[in-house]
């Protein structure tokens, strides 16, 4: 292996070693396959190409400041594509095959796993796709789950430093009662106009707001979108978000740390309260926003103004690292750690 220049590594693919595979035949699931191909082989009708049925999570696993190796809030990602799975009438994934499943990926390619104090992290995609052929609309009979593993670096390239964030009227990124809270492909699809957009007027991000009435914040391009004031941590709430797993641990952090948490909905007008905003998940953690511009009316919301982001984001920041990276104790049990 070439040497990797792990402070300096993009939010990208990456070859490893191996994957791990598993199948769904006849109403059960196979043992685990290992194997080195990048490459899925699977019949031209089979219906995750033609009617979306995919689920996947993200999650992250970390060199601990002891030389282990730690992966973050393992079981929580399995329930999650479980009920991803169920929104889209697919098989689930048992937890404790997930948890079999990455702990084999890690483990197979731990010589990917950066060093502690890197910055950087070995990020775990497991995939759960229909392959089975049908042509009418219905849900197939046979499914492959895989598990790949590549080392990252942030997910915005500026890491943990404000960015700009632009909302947007005229796109949607899920119906109200559609699959906004599960994590499936189209969500990202029909994000990647307004997203694209975005980049290409200058913001890191899209900020979406609900579908049916246009009043409230609701997703913040790929993340969560969080905001604080008087001493409070705020964040959506609605069926069409994605409940990130990260915002979940954060907000259990301010609440640790004395702050107020309210997960409700987030009027557009309650931007120009906040002391503080970002966006969160597992590929940012905190992405801390310095300023939101509406593209449709020209309204523009400061933050960060010294240029930093803001006390109490990097209190729950560094705490969340430090948990995952082993340098402050996990009261909270959410580190599998791989000795």
Same mark, same amino acid.
């Given at each position: 292996?070439?040497?990797? +220049?792990?402070?300096?590594?993009?939010?990208?693919?990456?070859?490893? +070693?191996?994957?791990?595979?598993?199948?769904?035949?006849?109403?059960?699931?196979? !043992?685990?396959?290992?194997?080195?191909?990048?490459?899925?082989?699977?019949?031209?009708? %089979?219906?995750?190409?033609?009617?979306?049925?995919?689920?996947?999570?993200?999650?992250?696993?970390?060199?601990?400041?002891?030389?282990?190796?730690?992966?973050?809030? *393992?079981?929580?990602?399995?329930?999650?594509?479980?009920?991803?799975?169920?929104?889209?009438?697919?098989?689930?994934?048992?937890?404790?095959? =997930?948890?079999?499943?990455?702990?084999?990926?890690?483990?197979?390619?731990?010589?990917?796993?950066?060093?502690?104090?890197?910055?950087?992290?070995?990020?775990?995609?497991?995939?759960?796709?229909?392959?089975?052929?049908?042509?009418?609309?219905?849900?197939?009979?046979?499914?492959?789950?895989? @598990?790949? &593993?590549?080392?990252?670096?942030?997910? =915005?390239?500026?890491?943990?430093?404000?960015?700009?964030?632009?909302?947007?009227?005229?796109?949607?990124?899920? %119906?109200?009662?559609?699959?906004?809270?599960?994590?499936?492909?189209?969500?990202?699809?029909?994000?990647?106009?307004?997203?694209?957009?975005?980049?290409?007027?200058?913001?890191?991000?899209?900020?979406?707001?609900?579908?049916?009435?246009?009043?409230?914040? +609701?997703?913040?391009?790929?993340?969560?979108? =969080?905001?604080?004031?008087?001493?409070?941590?705020?964040?959506?709430?609605?069926?069409?978000? *994605?409940?990130?797993?990260?915002?979940?641990?954060?907000?259990?952090?301010?609440?640790?740390?004395?702050?107020?948490?309210?997960?409700?909905? @987030?009027? @557009?007008?309650?931007?120009?309260?906040?002391?503080?905003?970002?966006?969160?998940?597992?590929?940012?953690?905190?992405?801390?926003?310095?300023?939101? &511009?509406?593209? !449709?009316?020209?309204? &523009?919301?400061?933050?960060?103004? !010294?240029?930093?982001?803001?006390?109490?984001?990097?209190? *729950?920041?560094?705490?969340?690292?430090?948990?995952?990276?082993?340098?402050?104790? !996990?009261?909270?049990?959410?580190?599998?750690?791989?000795?």
């Amino acid at each position: 292996m070439n040497t990797i +220049d792990w402070k300096n590594l993009p939010f990208g693919y990456f070859k490893t +070693d191996y994957n791990v595979r598993c199948y769904y035949k006849d109403g059960k699931w196979s !043992d685990l396959d290992v194997t080195d191909n990048e490459y899925i082989q699977m019949h031209m009708a %089979a219906t995750c190409l033609h009617y979306g049925q995919e689920a996947f999570e993200g999650l992250k696993a970390f060199t601990g400041k002891d030389g282990s190796i730690r992966i973050f809030r *393992l079981e929580e990602n399995a329930k999650r594509l479980i009920n991803s799975s169920i929104g889209l009438l697919m098989p689930q994934v048992p937890v404790e095959l =997930f948890k079999k499943a990455v702990l084999k990926a890690v483990e197979l390619n731990k010589r990917f796993v950066p060093p502690y104090g890197e910055g950087a992290s070995l990020y775990v995609r497991p995939l759960l796709i229909g392959t089975g052929a049908e042509v009418g609309v219905k849900p197939a009979k046979e499914y492959t789950f895989i @598990v790949f &593993v590549g080392p990252v670096g942030p997910y =915005f390239k500026e890491g943990f430093k404000p960015v700009r964030m632009q909302i947007v009227r005229d796109f949607d990124r899920a %119906a109200p009662l559609g699959t906004g809270y599960i994590k499936v492909g189209g969500n990202y699809a029909a994000s990647l106009r307004a997203g694209e957009r975005a980049h290409q007027e200058g913001f890191a991000a899209a900020i979406f707001l609900d579908a049916r009435e246009k009043k409230y914040i +609701d997703e913040a391009g790929p993340a969560n979108f =969080f905001g604080i004031k008087n001493n409070t941590y705020i964040t959506p709430d609605s069926h069409s978000i *994605l409940p990130s797993i990260t915002n979940m641990s954060l907000r259990a952090l301010a609440e640790e740390i004395g702050m107020k948490v309210e997960q409700r909905h @987030v009027p @557009v007008e309650e931007l120009s309260e906040f002391e503080e905003t970002g966006a969160c998940g597992t590929a940012a953690v905190i992405s801390p926003i310095s300023q939101i &511009v509406d593209r !449709d009316n020209g309204k &523009v919301y400061n933050y960060c103004k !010294d240029g930093k982001p803001g006390p109490m984001s990097v209190k *729950l920041y560094n705490k969340l690292k430090a948990i995952q990276e082993g340098s402050e104790p !996990d009261k909270f049990g959410w580190i599998t750690i791989i000795k």
